[in-house]
């Protein structure tokens, strides 16, 4: 088992959110930390991730170790702390070890069979869950295998991280409800979503209504939705739902996130509907969204 410390937790989050920060234009950077610890038989107690550097790829390499090594002092030395692992973020690409992360840990498992290397990405942080997993790798030196990690203290792993990126970013740490523009548009924390299309249409041809994201800036976003049509006129003993399973995009950019194509077979007014819209941005928290409506006049030939 390891022990980690809040405060341990909080510093290296710290670290992975002032160099992997959506809220900046900044490319993404990885961060990689030297984790000290003590060795008490089975279990293994974290002291202290010291921050060594971050890059653009996927792996940080550890060019001079005299220097990684420097960072521990005597003192430290003298209390029985020693380097139990080391730590690395992998922002948006999920908790695993990559080929080059394996060939590190093998290098680490060498100079204790007990190291470990803790994987964080912060996008995948939620209340319950720390954004983070711990591996070593088997017998054979090849396959990497999770590891039971507990912290000291109750954690809520999500408010540690909004906390975090209102102090470094001044982003507000309230959500703000959605605004509602128009039948056919929203506004919230800056994300628009727009039903656009032709107003009027003739009977028996096609038209399209698109579902289009204007970003304030680049991030990723996932919506997800339903959608439901009517194709008739305004008696409602005629009137025709057309019903779909729900859909969902992911962008992090602006732009036309779907096209729907419609041939309506009466004159009329057509209603086209997104139901039960959810929006997560780069929070990854569920924000529901009022429904969308566009409507378009149908006319004869």
Not at 58 to 65: E, K, L, N, R
Request: glycine fraction near 6%; include cysteine; proline fraction near 6%.
């Amino acid at each position: 088992m390891i022990r980690i410390p809040k405060i341990v937790y909080e510093k290296f989050l710290r670290f992975a959110l002032e160099n992997a920060n959506p809220l900046d234009s900044r490319d993404w950077k990885e961060c990689i930390g030297l984790v000290l610890g003590r060795i008490k038989e089975e279990e293994i107690l974290v002291t202290d991730i010291v921050p060594i550097g971050s890059g653009t790829a996927v792996f940080v390499d550890i060019a001079d170790y005299e220097k990684v090594f420097s960072l521990i002092s005597p003192s430290r030395i003298d209390h029985g702390e020693v380097i139990v692992g080391w730590a690395h973020t992998h922002p948006g690409l999920g908790l695993f070890l990559s080929g080059t992360d394996i060939h590190t840990q093998q290098m680490y498992q060498q100079m204790h069979p007990k190291a470990f290397a803790l994987v964080l990405d912060p996008t995948k942080i939620s209340p319950e869950f720390s954004g983070f997993n711990i591996f070593r790798l088997d017998e054979f030196g090849s396959n990497p295998t999770t590891v039971d990690y507990s912290f000291d203290e109750h954690c809520d792993f999500f408010t540690i991280r909004e906390t975090l990126i209102s102090e470094l970013y001044l982003v507000p740490p309230v959500l703000k409800p959605p605004a509602i523009i128009s039948e056919s548009e929203v506004l919230w924390n800056g994300i628009r979503i727009i039903l656009s299309g032709d107003k009027e249409s003739l009977i028996n041809q096609f038209f399209q209504v698109k579902l289009v994201v204007d970003l304030p800036f680049r991030q990723f976003i996932r919506i997800e939705y339903q959608t439901e049509t009517d194709n008739v006129t305004d008696n409602p003993f005629t009137r025709k739902l057309l019903y779909q399973k729900i859909l969902y995009h992911e962008t992090i950019t602006s732009g036309t996130l779907g096209i729907f194509s419609f041939r309506p077979t009466n004159i009329g007014t057509v209603h086209f509907r997104i139901n039960n819209i959810f929006l997560t941005d780069y929070r990854q928290s569920l924000q529901k969204m009022p429904d969308l409506q566009f409507k378009t006049e149908v006319q004869g030939k």
